[in-house]
């Protein structure tokens, strides 16, 4: 059986993995600015609002952006080794895999948004005295 990959697949393989790296870069960074925005939320929380629910929400969301984080940290580093010393093919089962990241990140943002909506609502009950 043989394993080498053609010039055009090499290239392709590496294209892919470069791309997925890029999007990759973009999703760690959008979970930082999560991450930045949840540490102010939790100020407000702590000197206006005052819910428990809420702090416990954003405490979760926070554990799980967190979570999220470290496992994008360890994607990253499995891609930068498989596009600098690898030589699997890019196939479904890779492309499957990056596009299951990609869900994980679309529900970490979906959260995110409806959390931000109720913190939000609760502020605009705040009346200037």
């Given amino acids: 059986m043989n394993t080498e990959l053609t010039y055009t697949e090499e290239l392709n393989r590496k294209l892919c993995i470069e791309k997925d790296l890029l999007e990759l870069s973009g999703w760690m960074e959008m979970l930082n600015q999560i991450n930045d925005e949840i540490v102010y939320f939790r100020i407000f929380e702590s000197k206006l609002i005052k819910d428990m629910q809420l ?3 954003l405490l979760q969301v926070r554990r799980k952006n967190t979570l999220l984080m ?3 940290c360890t994607y990253e580093k499995e891609l930068k080794l498989e596009l600098e010393y690898g030589k699997n093919a890019y196939d479904m089962a890779r492309a499957t ?3 299951r990241k990609r869900n994980e990140y679309a529900t970490m943002l979906q ?5 931000k909506k109720s913190i939000f609502q609760q502020i605009a009950k705040y009346q200037r005295s």
């Fill in 111 to 115: 959260a995110f948004s409806v959390l």
């Fill in 97 to 99: 895999l990056h596009e």
């Fill in 70 to 72: 470290g496992n994008y």
């Fill in 55 to 57: 702090a416990n929400r």
